[in-house]
């Protein structure tokens, strides 16, 4: 069964980075794209980015283009979230999410076909 974990959130100041990490021991994650939602108090989860499987083709929602970086390490079995600039509005538990889509070139947003999911991490921006 796939876990998946996240890791590197906590405080931080407005105009601050995190890197926000999703690892899944003991299980590959090769053939799976994995996207990152989030969801601030209050409000719906938002997808903000994924990545696909194969030739690191990757997507970003309006919200964090041009401040979030995602990238997969197959090595390390981990992908990565860099967030820069955050703005108190990023407040909000940031989860990894998986599906299969070996070989596969492209990844979508629908949380409907990630059938896996982490526990998520707080991110909090605050002065």
């Known amino acids: 069964q796939l876990q998946l974990v996240e890791s590197g959130g906590g405080l931080v100041q407005p105009g601050g980075s995190l890197r926000l990490s999703c690892t899944a021991p003991?299980?590959?994650?090769?053939?799976?794209?994995i996207g990152w939602f989030r969801q601030a108090p209050g409000k719906e989860s938002e997808g903000i980015s994924c990545?696909?499987?194969?030739?690191?083709?990757?997507y970003y929602e309006d919200s964090v283009k041009g401040r979030a970086t995602i990238s997969r390490d197959n090595a390390k079995n981990t992908v990565y979230l860099q967030m820069n600039s955050l703005k108190p509005e990023d407040t909000a538990v940031y989860y990894c999410?998986?599906?299969?889509?070996?070989?596969?070139?492209?990844?979508?947003?629908?949380?409907?076909?990630?059938?896996?999911w982490g526990q998520g991490t707080q991110v909090t921006v605050s002065s």
């Open positions: 999410a998986a599906y299969p889509a070996p070989f596969q070139a492209m990844c979508v947003m629908s949380p409907n076909v990630y059938d896996n």
């Open positions: 003991g299980f590959s994650l090769d053939f799976y794209a």
């Open positions: 990545i696909s499987s194969s030739d690191g083709i990757t």
